[in-house]
């Protein structure tokens, strides 16, 4: 009797082949020594760890910044002061000693400090941890003075009456607006005009400003100066006074025995006397 054909005994092996892949097919067992894994957290329990750290983070920063004796302002140090005193500007200050440093509010000290001492010009206050308010200050400089009453009216370079001082500062010229019959003092008032004066002081080099002893504002366009040695300077208005400042001073090198100098034309200047 003849065997089985070629087919079925391929076929045969193709099913006892598949049957036994199938039969070691299943649940994979772990390796003989190791630990199963663990599952990983969840993304929500990551989540929560996150905000608790966070939040608890936050809780112990705010509580040391507020709540803890160690960042809190105990003292208040000053730098810049010429005229004022440090004790001067430590009161108008007013700062809150005793307060968590993070609070204190600085636009504010600033602001107290300028209005209750015009002799500031600028102001920069300043937390300096852990315990310490830095205020940093500029003073105007006097250009010019006023003498009323006895007294000295101190005024910087744009104009600011600051002081009022029972004696004069030194090498600072005098400023006086004599326009009572000048028609500039009816156009531009007497305010004006002495800003004009102001403005003259200002221009003036250093050595040339020291030198000054008055400036005389008799209109808008007519200012002279009065300088030591009996010497007058002819400077007409306010206006280019960079031009005029650098011919004075050429002036005043080139014609040392002149006593009467005219600037009000800088590209133009005349010099006269002995």
Not at 118 to 136: F, G, Q
């Amino acid at each position: 009797m003849a065997g089985p054909t070629t087919a079925q005994r391929g076929g045969s092996k193709s099913k006892n082949a598949k049957s036994g892949k199938s039969a070691r097919s299943g649940p994979s067992r772990p390796a003989a020594g190791r630990a199963p894994r663990r599952p990983r957290p969840t993304r929500r329990r990551r989540i929560v760890f996150w905000v608790v750290v966070i939040t608890l983070t936050g809780s112990a920063v705010g509580w040391a910044f507020y709540g803890s004796s160690w960042l809190r302002a105990t003292q208040v140090d000053v730098s810049g002061a010429r005229v004022l005193t440090p004790e001067e500007v430590r009161a108008a200050a007013a700062a809150p000693l005793g307060e968590p440093l993070v609070s204190v509010d600085t636009d504010a000290i600033a602001d107290r400090l300028r209005k209750a001492l015009p002799r500031i010009d600028t102001v920069s206050v300043e937390r300096s941890w852990p315990h310490t308010i830095d205020l940093k200050v500029v003073e105007r400089q006097p250009r010019a003075i006023v003498e009323k009453g006895g007294k000295f009216i101190e005024i910087d370079g744009t104009g600011v009456r600051f002081a009022t001082v029972d004696r004069a500062p030194q090498n600072v010229p005098r400023l006086s607006v004599e326009a009572a019959d000048s028609p500039s003092l009816r156009r531009f008032g007497t305010g004006r005009l002495e800003r004009e004066g102001v403005r003259v002081a200002e221009s003036l080099p250093d050595g040339v400003r020291a030198d000054t002893r008055v400036i005389h504002v008799r209109s808008y366009d007519s200012i002279t100066l009065d300088l030591t040695g009996g010497r007058t300077v002819v400077w007409g208005s306010g206006e280019r006074g960079d031009a005029k400042a650098r011919t004075l001073t050429a002036l005043l090198k080139a014609a040392r025995g002149a006593d009467r100098f005219d600037v009000s034309a800088p590209s133009a200047p005349a010099v006269s006397g002995s």
